[in-house]
């Protein structure tokens, strides 16, 4: 974990102030409500349907317990003692008061924790992948390049206030788990000629206009990072589209540039500052990994997995969690622990504050007192042993944080949708509710395999829909909720180190297709199931997931058994799309 | 003067803003203001009437809009004003989150070299001053309805930085 230094610690205390200043400002009508709106945002806030909402940064996805103790802290006080974990590794509360907000936030910081960049047109929280220095294929450890790129992007002045909003998210890993194709700047780790360095994607992004990063520059070593992030920032900070809000992202800017010429934009600008102040040298990157406790584990190579293999062999749940939600640690003996947020009935992603504190407690008793968040708005143990991992189980099991769902259908990726967001066009939580209900047998689960399902209330995709082998998008009809579906979608953007020959494709992110018309609210766990009658019809052995048939025979056959059925097609066909 | 007319934040200091705009639409049909002091002309004029502009006893300052394009087959012209005799640059913030500003200054005074007076115009606040110090700007014309004292007070907003490329701001020399 980064500790903070006096400086860190400075400015979140600095920014609580000046935040504080600005909301007793607006309070007492000094400032207007124009001028306050945008200054909240970079703070985090947001009005929305019932309430402000406070979306809180988890930098890179990584907390102590005393965090979470202390996010707890915030849900019970001045919330409804609950809390939200997004897609890009933030926790929002959903009740706070304005008023309310910069004692939040001095809280925080007293636990080094800041809400700041969470929203607005700037540098977001930069994400990665939340097995980040715990992975057994990692190229590098993100966690350092990660907390390099908070501190640049931190209070950045030249690009507070960029066309529209930027995220950034880093691979360290041979398998992208950072979802690096769909993000403004997508960086991954790679090796050169004995140098390390990044391959700079730029202009994925979900949304109104879904697309996949280009590729902009093979290799940028790791001593230019900086200055190279920065030339790139400025080209889209002076050429990005400002006169409409939904051509804004830097994606429409590198596609109506063409990659090869917004390449070429970066390079001149890099020119300018390449070798400059902003140069990352070898004792900056010490000095920041110096600043990072990183754990101390056991020497445990006796332990490679035996000591657990009774319990798995004579309690298939236990099997079946071990199956999806533990992954494999770089350190023998050790194991990541996945703990899904995900149990049917609870909104996917959403925590209460005594699970919060429990998982603090575990995180103490059962590691090192390090979490990680998920993109998937899961919760991760990283640094479990083990031989530990059946009591731990049984520990979560009894308060339903076990569900063996990662990576399964039931896992389902979700923005809060209508019930809380005031831009959705349809509620997220009662569908994910009413197909994880559908799905409710779990040897059915597991007999399908491996499935991302992804769920947006609204064009604006919070949900990731786009990258979900399969994804749902609800959308508005003449002030009713109806939800359209697309297939094919897939969140790793990597390469993989296979396709060496091919260093110009970021192979594997994939936007999904539209297989239809839309459908009501209450068909959707009906289609879902459909579609998944179809895969485990067509597909070759269990080996075979749904996202490989879908590459195979394309979306035909499913859309062929969806609007065939008599059931589904009834009411389907009353509701045409001119855009599909 | 009134206290209230010094919303001009210039050598760390309240100041009360003299400049005044030239008007290409003047009752006189001037091209270029007239050799007194505080004339301010947009980067257009400028371009266009160099040489009528050049050795004034009142040099001019001029004005850049948010969305001049350096790049456009123009950056000769940039080079050349920040090369002449001019009072000063003021940047054109036509509202607060257009942030365009924020790069042409960095361009101006790294790239061009300008090492002269350059000021933040238009929707400037108490909460934008800040960073315009660390992009470069050195004077602010602070917007009405905004407290010039707090927005000089805001200089010191934070006490440390990470981007090591931008500079400090001013620091606020009065004694």
Redesign the interface.
């Known amino acids: 974990m980064y500790i903070y230094d006096e400086?860190d610690q400075?400015?979140v205390e600095?920014?609580v102030a000046?935040f504080r200043g600005?909301t007793q400002?607006f309070l007492n009508g000094?400032l207007?409500e124009d001028?306050f709106r945008?200054?909240r945002l970079q703070n985090g806030l947001y009005i929305q349907r019932h309430a402000p909402m406070l979306r809180v940064a988890i930098p890179y996805g990584m907390m102590t317990s005393t965090q979470l103790h202390a996010l707890a802290y915030v849900a019970r006080r001045w919330d409804r003692g609950y809390a939200h974990f997004t897609t890009r590794q933030n926790i929002q509360f959903n009740w706070p008061r304005l008023e309310d907000a910069p004692d939040i936030l001095a809280k925080l910081a007293t636990v080094q924790m800041h809400a700041i960049q969470t929203s607005g047109?700037c540098i977001r929280n930069t994400t990665t992948d939340h097995f980040a220095g715990v992975a057994h294929d990692e190229i590098i450890n993100p966690l350092v390049w990660c907390e390099i790129i908070r501190?640049?992007s931190?209070?950045?002045?030249?690009?507070?206030?960029?066309p529209r909003k930027f995220k950034i998210a880093v691979s360290g890993s041979v398998t992208d788990r950072a979802a690096i194709g769909v993000h403004d700047i997508g960086l991954q780790a790679l090796e050169s000629n004995g140098v390390f360095g990044f391959r700079v994607f730029v202009g994925g992004g979900l949304g109104r206009t879904p697309l996949v990063g280009k590729l902009i520059n093979p290799f940028v070593a790791w001593y230019d990072l900086l200055t190279y992030l920065?030339a790139t920032l400025?080209v889209y900070?002076?050429?990005g589209r400002?006169d409409n809000k939904y051509k804004a992202r830097i994606k429409i800017l590198v596609k109506d540039l063409t990659p090869e010429v917004f390449a070429q934009?970066v390079n001149?600008q890099w020119t300018?500052?390449k070798g400059?102040?902003?140069t990352v040298t070898a004792e900056f990157v010490s000095a920041i990994a110096d600043k990072f406790t990183w754990p101390s584990y056991k020497q445990l190579q006796d332990d490679d997995g035996t000591s657990i293999v009774h319990h798995l062999e004579a309690n298939p749940a236990f099997a079946r969690w071990f199956r999806t939600n533990i992954h494999q640690h770089k350190i023998s003996g050790y194991s990541s622990v996945t703990v899904s947020l995900k149990a049917t009935g609870s909104p996917p992603g959403d925590i209460t504050a005594d699970q919060m504190d429990v998982l603090a407690e575990m995180a103490d008793n059962y590691g090192f007192g390090e979490l990680r968040v998920s993109h998937e708005q899961n919760i991760i143990l990283p640094d479990v042993k083990t031989r530990s991992l059946f009591s731990l189980w049984q520990e979560l099991s009894v308060l339903n944080l076990a569900t063996p769902n990662v990576g399964m259908i039931t896992n389902i990726i979700a923005c809060p949708g209508g019930d809380y967001c005031s831009l959705a066009n349809a509620v997220s939580i009662p569908v994910a509710e009413a197909i994880q209900k559908k799905f409710d047998d779990l040897d059915y689960v597991h007999e399908i395999g491996e499935l991302d399902l992804n769920l947006s209330g609204c064009m604006n995709s919070c949900g990731h829909h786009h990258v979900g082998h399969i994804g749902i998008l609800g959308v508005d009809k003449a002030g009713e909720e109806w939800y359209q579906i697309t297939l094919g979608g897939r969140q790793s953007g990597a390469l993989k180190p296979d396709t060496k020959a091919n260093p110009d494709s970021n192979a594997n992110a994939a936007i999904g297709r539209v297989i239809g018309p839309s459908f009501a609210r209450e068909q959707v766990p009906d289609v879902i199931a459909r579609l998944i009658k179809t895969y485990l019809s067509i597909r070759e052995s269990d080996v075979e997931r749904f996202i490989d048939v879908v590459d195979r025979v394309g979306i035909e056959p499913f859309k062929k058994d969806v609007y065939m059925d008599p059931l589904l097609a009834k009411t389907s066909n009353l509701v045409r799309e001119s855009n599909v | 003067m009134s206290e209230e007319c010094k919303n001009l934040i210039r050598d760390g200091q309240l100041t009360v803003n003299e400049l005044q705009r030239f008007d290409v639409n003047n009752e006189q049909a001037l091209l270029v203001p007239p050799d007194d002091a505080n004339w301010m002309v947009t980067f257009d004029i400028w371009v266009e009437h160099q040489a009528l502009l050049a050795d004034r006893q009142f040099p001019v300052a001029v004005l850049i809009a948010s969305d001049v394009?350096f790049?456009d087959g123009i950056s000769h012209q940039v080079q050349a004003l920040c090369q002449s005799d001019i009072a000063l640059i003021a940047i054109d913030f036509p509202s607060?989150?257009?942030?365009?500003g924020?790069?042409?200054a960095?361009?101006l005074r790294?790239?061009y070299q300008w090492s002269g007076e350059l000021r933040a115009v238009g929707d400037v606040?108490?909460?934008t001053v800040?960073?315009?110090a660390?992009?470069g700007f050195d004077s602010f014309l602070i917007k009405p309805?905004h407290?010039a004292q707090l927005a000089l007070d805001?200089l010191h907003?934070?006490?440390?930085?990470?981007?090591?490329?931008?500079r400090q701001p001013v620091k606020n020399n009065t004694p």
Not at chain 1, 154 to 162: G, I, S
């Open positions: 400086i400075k400015l600095q920014r000046q600005q400002r000094q207007s001028d945008v200054l047109n501190q640049w931190m209070l950045h002045p030249e690009f507070a206030f960029l920065q400025r900070n002076l050429h400002r934009q001149e300018l500052i400059g102040a902003d | 394009d790049d607060y989150t257009d942030g365009r924020y790069s042409l960095q361009l790294n790239a606040m108490i909460d800040y960073y315009q660390r992009c309805g407290d805001a907003t934070f006490s440390d930085t990470y981007q090591k490329s931008y």
